[in-house]
């Protein structure tokens, strides 16, 4: 199986401040790569897919780059409400699907 | 707009069976399937299988292959997790979601969660 190793596990950050989350493929993923945001006790949100991809409705300070195996994960300027955990998450549907999502990188106040 | 509606908690003992279901509205179900992913208290994500509500083609996690099975009803736009043989670790908060036909991986669109605790 493929795995996705993310880092930092976990970061303090300030408003204002850019932020970067990356990720590492194990194999060739094609560029299968995605991004959610997790608020505590909610479900998770679509931010970026196919690697660089911003969702619909999602605001442009959220950001995707990278070929693989390296992805980055970048918030230009941290507003109070991006305070949340996010993760990447990698997919291939060579025959059938199959979904390996990373550790998980938890955002902080500062 | 796509909602995911999930049914509620469940509390099971070891070796007991559970089956979440989840209901689409929204959207033409029969274009997309449905991921389950799980959550244990504190943990991240983890995948637990795909189906198709067009096809029934399915795929489940390894590490939950012959403990899991997945159906949909596409007369109730319903679909539904039953996991088996539940253990202590098992608890987690199971979520449907929403991945294109064509682009299974991109989940769009979650349900609410559906807490599942096995418990003695």
């Known amino acids: 199986d493929i795995q996705m190793t993310q880092s930092p596990s976990s970061l303090s950050a300030s408003v204002g401040d850019r932020v970067t989350i990356t990720c590492q493929a194990s194999q060739d993923i094609k560029n299968k790569l995605n991004w959610y945001q997790q608020k505590p006790g909610k479900a998770p949100k679509l931010l970026i897919y196919d690697v660089s991809n911003l969702e619909t409705g999602v605001p442009s300070r959220f950001s995707g780059s990278g070929t693989g195996p390296d992805f980055t994960f970048t918030i230009s300027s941290l507003q109070p409400e991006d305070f949340a955990t996010y993760y990447c998450?990698?997919?291939?549907?060579?025959?059938?699907?199959?979904?390996?999502f990373g550790q998980g990188t938890r955002l902080d106040i500062k | 707009q796509v909602q995911l509606v999930q049914s509620g908690a469940e509390v099971k003992k070891p070796g007991a069976s559970v089956k979440v279901s989840c209901k689409g509205s929204?959207?033409?179900?029969?274009?997309?399937?449905i991921n389950w992913v799980r959550q244990a208290p504190g943990q991240g994500l983890e995948w637990v299988g795909w189906i198709s509500a067009y096809s029934g083609n399915k795929n489940y996690a390894q590490s939950l292959q012959g403990r899991v099975t997945m159906t949909t009803d596409t007369s109730t736009n319903t679909a539904y997790m039953e996991l088996r043989s539940l253990r202590s670790d098992d608890t987690a908060v199971y979520y449907c979601?929403?991945?294109?036909?064509?682009?299974?991986?991109?989940?769009?669109?979650w349900g609410q969660g559906t807490l599942v605790t096995v418990s003695s």
């Open positions: 929204g959207y033409n179900f029969v274009s997309y399937g």
């Open positions: 979601a929403r991945g294109d036909i064509a682009e299974p991986g991109i989940i769009d669109n």
């Open positions: 998450q990698q997919y291939d549907n060579l025959i059938l699907p199959r979904i390996t």
